[in-house]
């Protein structure tokens, strides 16, 4: 009996690429235990790890690589600690570092396959965009309460962007309205599997494919959407550092969120860019907020008065915030939500 046996009999040699295969993770949290743990016992070769979030006592319930005992450490030194134990044959090169535009050309770099596993609005579309751009499959995956859904976009299929190419009316994070750790691990599951049938090739193909749990109801969906058009309108992600003084930046945020962007830009609300905006201006319009909602809902309202490019900026936690909050759950004086 070998290690890989099992699947060896459903796979046969195709179980042999997964030795080769790079694979990158975006976020090491409750979607990343199951995705991590079953890629890992697969036999994946290398595993680009990407999170900056520590461990804080509110994620042990559903991210379950983590102990008691992985308080305050980083999180993906953690994951990598745990899945060396569970197979020393895999190699997991854990990058402490969140995934952004100005590095996500690099981390995407001689993967066969990314899954998105992060809590985060922002880096799922820039994921997307990516690997669109580069015909490298995504499999990305969402949880909030009770429910949650899981695709596969990308390299040959039509990306996140024409599932999803409108900000809904309401957007959560588990962190804000709340999670069930079983929904997390059922959609971490149902994510590896997507992304063995990718790198083995076994089975139909996810690409193209939503599948969708609602736990509330006790119900599975999902739909195809191999034929789903592109948008005409996709304001893209930029990092702050691309900021340049002939842009015109607007930030969105209020003060107590943080400094303005840049040392030009303009501190306005929402209401007051459509006023702005039929002015005619050409330049390149920056909308910048913490997490990007509130700027794509700016880019869908100013869009029909401003005639140059729209771009959009998240902020994310204000300078020097996150770093003095993982200091105090280091100290074990706080806890900060982290990704699913």
């Given at each position: ?12 040699a195709?179980s042999d ?11 090491a ?16 070769g290398?595993?680009?790890?990407m999170?900056?979030?520590r ?16 308080l ?6 953690a994951?990598?600690?745990?899945m ?5 044959e ?33 880096v ?7 690997c669109?751009?580069r ?13 949650g859904?899981?695709?596969g976009?990308?390299?040959?299929a039509?990306s ?22 079983p ?7 149902l994510?590896?599997?997507?992304a063995l049938?990718?790198?083995t ?33 996709a304001p ?17 945020r ?26 005619a ?14 700027a ?16 959009l900026?998240a ?18 004086d ?7």
């Amino acid at each position: 009996m070998t290690r890989y046996a099992r699947q060896s009999a459903i796979l046969g040699a195709a179980s042999d690429r997964l030795q080769k295969a790079r694979v990158l993770v975006v976020g090491a949290g409750g979607l990343a235990a199951p995705v991590l743990q079953y890629l890992v016992g697969a036999g994946v070769g290398h595993i680009r790890l990407m999170d900056a979030d520590r461990v804080s006592l509110s994620n042990l319930h559903r991210q379950t690589l983590f102990r008691e005992g992985d308080l305050g450490a980083l999180k993906v030194e953690a994951a990598a600690r745990h899945m060396a134990a569970l197979n020393g044959e895999v190699r997991i090169a854990p990058q402490a570092e969140a995934l952004s535009p100005a590095n996500v050309a690099q981390a995407v770099e001689g993967c066969d396959l990314v899954l998105d596993c992060a809590d985060s609005f922002a880096v799922s579309y820039i994921l997307s965009d990516q690997c669109l751009a580069r015909r490298i499959p995504l499999i990305s995956a969402s949880v909030v309460e009770s429910a949650g859904y899981v695709g596969g976009f990308c390299a040959g299929a039509p990306s996140l962007r024409a599932v999803f190419p409108d900000l809904p009316q309401r957007m959560g994070s588990c962190a804000e309205d709340g999670v069930l750790g079983p929904v997390v691990g059922i959609i971490g599951s149902l994510q590896a599997q997507m992304a063995l049938a990718v790198l083995t090739g076994h089975g139909e193909s996810p690409l193209g494919r939503v599948t969708s749990f609602d736990a509330t109801h006790w119900r599975f969906g999902g739909f195809a959407f191999h034929s789903a058009p592109e948008p005409d309108f996709a304001p893209r992600f930029i990092a702050p550092e691309a900021l340049s003084d002939a842009d015109l930046v607007v930030d969105l945020r209020r003060p107590e969120e943080g400094p303005l962007a840049h040392p030009q830009a303009h501190r306005l609300q929402a209401a007051d860019l459509p006023e702005m905006a039929r002015q005619a201006r050409h330049e390149r319009l920056v909308l910048v907020c913490r997490s990007g909602q509130r700027a794509w809902a700016a880019a869908e309202a100013v869009r029909p008065y401003w005639q140059g490019e729209i771009v959009l900026v998240a902020m994310g936690a204000r300078n020097g915030e996150e770093a003095y909050n993982n200091s105090r759950v280091a100290a074990g004086d706080m806890e900060v939500p982290g990704a699913i």
